[in-house]
């Protein structure tokens, strides 16, 4: 573990954590004080207002009826009327007091970044190729390829289309040790976002013909599926199913979740990741490298694609009381989020429904999602957007330890990640038994 902190920096940092923490008291003080008494109450009425919106999301998706349009009337209107409450009861002590939680985040944040960041993926300068190869599907992102005229512009090369195309060419070309090209031709491109690819401009992508550079990134499977964005079981892989879905996917949604989250309906998954179980989830989400949880706006955004893990998140919902308890409680126990180099997902039928990075798919239970360290050689731009870093998670007690220490006991480090040979796909096929795979 190396730490690169100057004694300036960190002195700035310690007083920054220091600051965060006056800024979050000031922000509950000021309308507490200006209230008195009324800010009291409007501050216990809003917490019970947020736990009554979160109860009534829930009997939205798990109503039918009259009853589901009232949940919902009553997960827009509470927000709002609690919004134009303290609008009125409180005047110019909200703004304060949003301001002061606006900096408190702000300076947390600095005082918890290391001044050496996250190491970048690493890169490795190429020639231009000989004999590309190009794939492309025309209907993937609403028809980009001929919008984008890539036909014309690339006779052969890589792969164009989304995510389910990029994933089995990539299998491929993993499989045989040859540089694959991403073109974000497809409707979100996950992968080419997380690549530091321009998703509105694919022809960009070519760019790495001529001024390239190889990168070297895992690859996911779900049983013999690869993927490279994730592979979703439960809810969402149950609805993705439907032949509706594709035209009319909140009303398939709507119609279908009740009995889902119910669980009238669906298999009764038990996923395994490690030393961790989780029992009747009703979402499974597995991800080739973990996804961003401390920033609500880097969610879906991944800073590495070669950390040789998988990302795991699960939710168990089992009522109303319990979908409160996950807005409300920081650490929600209906929310699992974790990594795992494999995950094991079974359930009490033979096969199990799945959308592996997009594709409804039904896979034989049961499904042992793994991740194969840097089998991929992903050929991008030299001159690329690139991933911007995601802000620290904003951790309160890390930040009181550092403004209170004198030494360097609460310093952030940053793990410098050695260097990892390549390996080939051949050493991470899948090996299972005869009799089956191997129990927990």
């Not at 700035?12 to 600051?19: E, P, S, V």
């Not at 006779?155 to 195309?165: F, I, S, V, W």
């Not at 960009?204 to 895992?218: F, I, P, Q």
């Not at 030393?275 to 955004?301: E, I, K, W």
């Amino acid at each position: 573990m190396a730490v690169d902190w100057s004694r300036r920096g960190y002195h700035a940092q310690r007083w920054a954590a220091r600051g965060a923490l006056l800024a979050a008291a000031l922000a509950v003080a000021t309308p507490l004080v200006y209230g008195r008494l009324r800010g009291l109450l409007l501050l216990v009425l809003g917490v019970a207002g947020l736990g009554l919106s979160a109860a009534a999301v829930w009997w939205t998706l798990t109503l039918r009826g009259p009853l589901r349009w009232g949940a919902a009337l009553v997960a827009v209107c509470v927000p709002a009327g609690l919004l134009a409450l303290f609008a009125v009861t409180l005047f110019w002590a909200l703004l304060v007091s949003l301001g002061l939680w606006g900096l408190a985040v702000w300076t947390g944040r600095y005082a918890l970044r290391g001044t050496g960041g996250h190491a970048p993926m690493r890169e490795r300068r190429l020639p231009p190729p000989r004999k590309p190869v190009l794939i492309m599907n025309p209907r993937s992102g609403g028809g980009k390829v001929g919008r984008f005229r890539l036909r014309e512009k690339a006779e052969r090369l890589g792969a164009a289309g989304g995510d389910g195309t990029q994933a089995l060419v990539a299998a491929v070309a993993a499989e045989h040790d040859v540089p694959f090209l991403v073109i974000s031709a497809g409707t979100r491109n996950h992968f080419a976002l997380d690549l530091g690819l321009d998703r509105g401009n694919p022809a960009a992508c070519l760019d790495a013909l001529t001024d390239g550079v190889e990168l070297r990134v895992d690859l996911g499977f779900a049983g013999d599926q690869p993927f490279v964005n994730n592979a979703s079981f439960g809810a969402y892989a149950a609805i993705v199913q439907s032949p509706a879905y594709r035209d009319d996917k909140i009303g398939t949604s709507l119609e279908m979740l009740p009995d889902l989250l119910t669980g009238q309906q669906g298999p009764r998954l038990v996923a395994r990741a490690g030393d961790t179980t989780l029992t009747a989830p009703q979402a499974m989400l597995v991800s080739n490298n973990p996804y961003r949880t401390g920033d609500p706006f880097g969610l879906g955004r991944r800073e590495r694609l070669d950390s040789g893990t998988l990302g795991v998140l699960g939710v168990r919902v089992e009522g109303a009381f319990s979908a409160a308890a996950l807005l409300l409680n920081p650490d929600p126990a209906g929310l699992t989020v974790l990594t795992a180099p494999e995950v094991v997902i079974e359930a009490d039928r033979d096969e199990i429904e799945a959308g592996v990075d997009g594709e409804a798919m039904v896979l034989p239970a049961p499904v042992r999602c793994r991740i194969a360290p840097g089998v991929l050689r992903v050929r991008v731009p030299r001159k690329r957007p690139g991933v911007a870093p995601g802000p620290p998670r904003l951790d309160w007690r890390r930040l009181r330890k550092l403004a209170a220490t004198v030494g360097r006991t609460a310093a952030p480090s940053h793990l410098h990640l050695p260097h990892r040979k390549p390996r080939r796909l051949d050493d991470h096929r899948e090996t299972t038994p005869p009799g089956g795979p191997p129990g927990p």
